[in-house]
């Protein structure tokens, strides 16, 4: 079984800025795609950012130049650069990674990292 650990969040005031990090416990053939997703409060969870194994980037309308998604060197890593944070930033953010190495293509998340934006 594939872990995902999240790292990076915490308490930033307004205007600041955070980088979330997501690590694999063991290597990961065959990656279709890796993305964050979020959930704040009483909200459903939503995609934040993603990134395919060509290296196209999808980002929702509501982070779009503000957030940046990036691989990392390691085989499976990967980062979103957060800046000018708003208070709406607020939510547990989940990375996932996509794989169909030897079946049909299947998703592993992480436990989340909570960041919350607050003066």
């Known amino acids: 079984q594939v872990q995902l650990v999240e790292s990076g969040g915490g308490l930033v005031q307004p205007g600041g800025s955070l980088r979330l990090s997501c690590a694999a416990s063991?290597?990961?053939?065959?990656?279709?795609?890796m993305g964050w997703y979020r959930q704040a409060p009483g909200k459903q969870r939503e995609l934040v950012a993603s990134?395919?194994?060509?290296?196209?980037?999808d980002y929702a309308d509501s982070v779009k130049g503000r957030f940046t998604i990036s691989r990392g060197n390691a085989e499976i890593s990967m980062y979103l650069q957060m800046d000018s944070l708003k208070p709406e930033d607020t939510a547990v953010y989940y990375c996932?990674?996509?794989?169909?190495?030897?079946?049909?293509?299947?998703?592993?998340w992480g436990q989340g990292t909570l960041v919350t934006v607050s003066a």
């Open positions: 996932h990674v996509d794989t169909d190495w030897l079946g049909p293509r299947r998703r592993y």
């Open positions: 063991r290597s990961i053939s065959s990656i279709v795609a």
């Open positions: 990134i395919t194994s060509t290296g196209s980037t």
